[in-house]
């Protein structure tokens, strides 16, 4: 199978039933995926947040950071 086949026939997240959702993904693909997004949340931040979360290297880092602070 193209990977392009592939692609075409990974359903899109919807919020739920996320462990089916990763695994349909490549790791590689996965990899690029967390990339882009913690690049765009890094774009939508405030400086003084974006300044906290800087030693963060994956979105998954960045959202738990964003969690914990709500909870203080």
Sequence with gaps: MMDEDRKNMIEKFIGHDFGW?????????????????????????????AFNIVKETTAHGVMSYDNSIKHV
């Design 21 to 49: 959702w990763k695994m349909q993904i490549k790791d590689e693909e996965w990899v690029d995926l967390d990339r882009k997004a913690l690049a765009i949340i890094r774009c939508i931040l405030t400086k003084n947040v």
